[in-house]
């Protein structure tokens, strides 16, 4: 390319060394585009992250790969590995063991294969067998993969199909929580790409968590000559005339460079350009939703204490309510992980128990505390989080949790803000999405949580896609 | 370069995208999409690959002439000649 002159020229500048960034570096960096990916943290992978604490490794986020297929070609893990000419081991995926969705008196399984999906419900709601089967079909006939796409009510579709509120709710349940960004509803792509991502596909995990990810994206990225520079913020994005022509760091530097990806999100892309946070499509358009964690270790397997399950996601109220915290943790419902609980045949075996609660918080509550009162709160809610959500796990008592608990932590809205930089510590990005990934600036692109894919699949495949709609394809 | 080297030189780049599909039954007047796991991504690739190592260009419009081996060859004839390769 015609800026191989070293010093601060760039083909592109990738704003976020996360799942999608690298995605995207990684295309452009193998057709010999040069590449830089700034990242304001010191560790990789945005909001699948991982840090280490007492000895023990974290992951952030990542309780499951989801879209697991074993060798499935024509599926978003076999697309996304083949255009990043990785080998299919790369992520060293072992699959679930099995899950459930946990309502009131009524539970439905699920696992890697959607036929156990389907006999749950022929079993609990045989009334809606039928229906179900209906809205399976309308979900496999849908291609929720194109950038073009308007947005449509995934609650109206869904139930204009099944008339039982609560089976709507039980599918809705877990579908939301690992992935929307609205509250109450989702658009039906995105919908249909997590139905398909946990239903159709499935859940699998590294032994070693999401840093084995992680690695195979940096090792690949920097064999083809791609660059980065870790704990490197970016002021804001220089532009002319509706054009970008580089970013200055929030050291002083200037970058230079013939387009830009940003992976930060969409109001917090538009804030790199001149945006205030006061702006009314700025506030309009922050996420509302954010999430707390606490995580148990504990000196036995979850097996051991009759927890053989992956993952559970529970509600305990007449309608599933997904939507903006009232309290600092809405305790309603949640969604239980022991990343044990996976097949991780002859990979070995996680050295202790993990028990990790997720559920909505309240990021103005969160923020609101001072430091004291900050850590005392997480001390009062700790406790409570986790009796919430065992009353979901028959057999099992907060006294045994505590008794076997050898060290835990917990994040809260403040800390994902803190780590990912997304305003008001919204997980799943901006209400709205920018599927085509254009901005206001003619090579400026959105990728990652605001351009709308799913997951840590649906991350780097939106890496990749806006890489080659807007870069490759168009010639840059 | 005839047009069996051409062939040839499209066959190479499928290997390196696709290492997982068998190429050694490909009937060259078939579709490719009919004969292998091939999406639009893939093909995208190909170009990008004739880009990066043969200096030639094929444009948007233009991505349904590799549809089969023999439209390939038809199609990349006159690029090749043109770069002197």
Redesign the interface.
């Known amino acids: 390319m015609d800026v191989s002159e070293g010093g601060n020229l760039y083909d592109t500048i990738v704003i976020g060394c996360g799942m999608a960034g690298l995605a995207a570096g990684i295309r452009l960096a193998m057709f010999g585009q040069r590449v830089m990916i700034l990242e304001k943290h010191n560790a990789p992978g945005g909001l699948n992250s991982f840090y280490f604490q007492g000895g023990r490794k974290f992951d952030v986020g990542l309780h499951a790969v989801t879209n697991f297929v074993e060798g499935g070609r024509g599926t978003p893990l076999g697309t996304l590995l083949r255009q990043l000419r990785l080998p299919w081991d790369a992520f060293k995926l072992c699959p679930q063991i099995g899950s459930r969705i946990a309502f009131p008196g009524m539970d439905l399984r699920f696992n890697n294969s959607i036929e156990t999906l389907e006999s749950e419900v022929a079993r609990v709601f045989p009334k809606d067998i039928d229906a179900f089967r209906k809205l399976r079909k309308v979900i496999l006939e849908h291609d929720a993969l194109n950038l073009e796409s308007k947005v449509q009510s995934a609650r109206e579709i869904v139930g204009r199909i099944i008339q039982n509120p609560l089976l709507q709710d039980m599918l809705f349940c877990p579908l939301m929580y690992y992935g929307s960004a609205r509250e109450r509803d989702m658009d039906f792509d995105q919908f249909a790409t997590l139905w398909k991502a946990i239903f159709e596909e499935g859940f699998a995990r590294p032994l070693e968590g999401v840093r084995v990810i992680i690695r195979a994206l940096l090792e690949r990225y920097r064999s083809l000559g791609g660059t980065r520079r870790m704990k490197c913020g970016v002021k804001r994005i220089l532009a002319k005339n509706e054009t970008a022509h580089g970013v200055e760091l929030e050291t002083g530097e200037v970058l230079e460079a013939k387009q830009v990806i940003s992976t930060a999100g969409w109001a917090e892309t538009k804030l790199l350009c001149g945006s205030q946070r006061t702006d009314p499509d700025i506030l309009e358009n922050t996420g509302s939703l954010s999430f707390g964690e606490t995580i148990s270790f504990l000196d036995t397997k979850p097996a051991e204490l009759g927890c053989g399950e992956t993952i559970i996601f529970f509600n305990d109220s007449d309608q599933f309510h997904y939507g903006k915290a009232e309290n600092p943790f809405d305790l309603r419902s949640g969604v239980i992980c022991f990343p044990n609980n996976y097949d991780y045949g002859r990979s070995g075996d996680l050295p202790e128990g993990i028990l990790r609660v997720t559920g909505i918080a309240s990021y103005d509550h969160w923020t609101r505390f001072n430091a004291d009162s900050y850590e005392a709160q997480k001390r009062n809610w700790f406790p409570r989080i986790i009796k919430s959500a065992i009353r979901f796990l028959p057999g099992i008592d907060w006294e045994t949790i505590e008794k076997r608990t050898v060290y835990q932590d917990m994040f809260t809205p403040r800390t994902i803000e803190k780590f990912t930089s997304h305003l008001g510590g919204a997980v799943y990005g901006a209400p709205r999405k920018a599927k085509d990934g254009r901005t206001e600036l003619s090579n400026v692109f959105l990728a990652g949580t605001d351009q709308g894919f799913l997951g840590i699949v649906g991350a780097m495949l939106s890496g990749i896609s806006i890489a080659n709609k807007h870069v490759l394809m168009s010639g840059r | 370069m005839t047009k069996e080297d051409i062939k040839k030189v499209v066959l190479d780049i499928i290997s390196?995208?696709?290492?997982?599909e068998d190429l050694s039954n490909v009937q060259p007047g078939v579709r490719l999409r009919e004969q292998l796991?091939l999406?639009s991504?893939?093909f995208?690739?190909i170009v990008?690959e004739l880009?990066?190592k043969h200096g030639i260009?094929v444009p948007?419009e233009d991505y349904q002439q590799l549809a089969s081996l023999d439209s390939c060859a038809d199609y990349l004839t006159p690029k090749f000649t043109g770069v002197g390769a």
Do not use: H, S
């Not at chain 2, 390196?16 to 997982?20: Q, S, Y």
């Open positions: 390196e995208i696709a290492p997982d796991d999406d991504m893939d995208l690739d990008m880009r990066k260009e948007e």
